[in-house]
């Protein structure tokens, strides 16, 4: 089956410079999670996006931002990167119409992001 | 603000021996409750989820996890652990508005021969 595709899979930046995370849920899936997880730590919710609307917003620092596309992949643009930005970020994505109470997120590879 | 707790951080289990690892939640509405493992390097795979109805739920790779509303726990078991099983599992809450996901810290789970 199908899922969760996040490009690149390992991405090296330097202090100061940005970078762009791409997600492409799995098929039929419209709706977009990203979560940041630093060594040693568990995922932390950053952003959400349902139907190409911001849906909810976690501790997602201002020098990031997301948007979710027409074919409802998303990108997290993340510019003025520091140190402390060297993570590994997730992906996840869910059917809008829900199959019960909450929808379960099923996750990508995540990427590894490092800052020199 | 919800919340979960995963009291171990290590695991050591010998191959074929059962497991279980701990997993308390902090949540003023009704919890919906999941685990996830991560393999190294690998991205967090769902093992189950609990929503409501049996308390007991059967998941993938021969997990069960276990609701107790009255302990606040929803603790995971394997009753015979192969070398595979070595990962490191999250207990996540969900909330029904948003759906974000909040995760424990996580039990790194290492297998013995």
């Known amino acids: 089956a199908a899922g969760v595709i996040q490009s690149p899979r390992h991405l090296i930046k330097e202090k100061r410079e940005t970078a762009t995370l791409k997600c492409y849920p799995i098929?039929?899936?419209?709706?977009v999670y990203w979560y940041q997880q630093g060594p040693g730590q568990d995922p932390q919710f950053l952003i959400s996006?349902?139907?190409?609307?911001?849906?909810d917003k976690g501790s997602i620092p201002d020098r990031f931002s997301a948007q979710q596309f027409s074919d409802y992949h998303s990108e997290l643009n993340m510019s003025s990167l520091e140190l402390g930005d060297s993570a590994l970020y997730f992906c996840?994505?869910?059917?809008?119409?829900?199959?019960?109470?909450?929808?379960?997120?099923?996750f990508g590879p995540g990427t590894r992001l490092l800052v020199l | 603000a919800q919340s979960v707790t995963q009291p171990d951080i290590h695991i050591t289990v010998s191959e074929g021996a059962s497991l279980e690892l701990r997993c308390n939640y902090s949540?003023?509405?009704?919890?919906?409750l999941f685990w996830y493992v991560q393999s190294p390097g690998q991205g967090l795979q769902l093992l189950l989820k609990?929503?409501?109805?049996?308390?007991l739920v059967q998941g993938i790779k021969g997990f069960e996890a276990e609701f107790k509303r009255s302990q606040s726990s929803f603790n995971l078991r394997k009753p015979s652990v192969h070398w595979s099983d070595a990962a490191e599992y999250f207990c996540?809450?969900?909330?029904?508005?948003?759906?974000?996901?909040?995760f424990g810290g996580g039990t790194r789970v290492l297998v013995k021969p």
């Open positions: 996540a809450v969900g909330e029904a508005a948003g759906n974000k996901l909040t």
């Open positions: 949540y003023g509405a009704t919890p919906y």
């Open positions: 609990y929503f409501s109805g049996d308390t």
């Open positions: 996006f349902y139907e190409k609307m911001q849906s």
């Open positions: 098929p039929r899936h419209d709706t």
């Open positions: 996840a994505s869910s059917l809008g119409r829900r199959e019960g109470p909450i929808e379960t997120q099923y």
